[in-house]
């Protein structure tokens, strides 16, 4: 073996001991951001809708301030995880918490065809060779699009339309699913472990979000 292929396959190691640590970082990562959420929705499953508003509102600030953290300090862009986390459990645990009370069997459904859901086109997309960034533009459009479509089922009655909602929003979240973990298999450095963190947890609490609606028959009246 000459010594360029021995180079070759040192490098070749190198990349995928960094692609292991850095999936390894993301998802625990992910996992701890769940568990705070979790947390987060236990405390606030007696909230009102307009506290729980608050929360939504104080998430997205997270979201936002992480963008800039994470070129500052890592430990500040995952505090800022972890306090997106629970303040999106508090913003749903007053949902959580009429589903427990109602139709408990809908959450675990829910939790279930998530996990299945996230593990299937999560894979696919980590492993493909295909170029996804095209979908991930393709959903970023459909969102803003979905999100009109949620702005105007609240003044307008839609017949069916939380099951259009809810189906649409999972074909969405299958292509962000896909792409999200595509740039996991692509991330070069293990700093942008909190922001992959960030957008793979959005993906699950949303698909989660949309079973919910689905198997709990289209959430609270």
Same mark, same amino acid.
């Given at each position: ?140 459009? *459909?969102?803003?699009? $979905?999100?009109? @479509?949620?702005?105007? /089922? &609240?003044?307008? %009655?839609?017949? +069916? #339309? ?35 963190? *960030?957008?793979?947890? $959005?993906?699950? @609490?949303?698909?989660? /979000? &949309?079973?919910? %609606?689905?198997? +709990? #028959?289209?959430?609270?009246?």
């Amino acid at each position: 073996m000459s010594s360029l292929e021995q180079v070759s396959q040192q490098s070749v190691a190198v990349s995928r001991d960094r692609s292991r640590a850095i999936f390894g970082q993301t998802m625990g990562l992910v996992a701890v951001t769940a568990g705070v959420a979790g947390f987060g929705a236990y405390l606030g499953r007696d909230l009102s809708r307009g506290v729980a508003m608050v929360a939504i509102i104080g998430a997205i600030v997270c979201i936002v301030a992480m963008n800039a953290a994470i070129k500052r300090s890592e430990q500040l862009a995952i505090g800022l995880l972890f306090g997106m986390g629970a303040l999106i459990g508090v913003s749903s645990g007053p949902i959580l918490a009429y589903y427990a009370s109602v139709n408990p069997s809908a959450l675990w459904q829910s939790a279930g065809a998530t996990a299945l859901f996230i593990g299937a086109f999560g894979a696919y997309g980590y492993a493909t060779r295909r170029d996804l960034s095209m979908i991930g533009r393709i959903s970023f459009f *459909a969102l803003l699009g $979905l999100i009109v @479509f949620g702005l105007v /089922m &609240l003044f307008v %009655s839609i017949p +069916g #339309g939380h099951l259009i909602y809810a189906v649409l929003g999972l074909v969405i979240f299958a292509g962000y699913t896909m792409y999200d973990f595509q740039r996991l298999r692509h991330a070069g450095q293990i700093e942008a472990a909190p922001l992959l963190a *960030a957008s793979i947890f $959005l993906d699950i @609490f949303n698909v989660f /979000m &949309l079973m919910l %609606s689905l198997f +709990g #028959g289209g959430g609270r009246s």
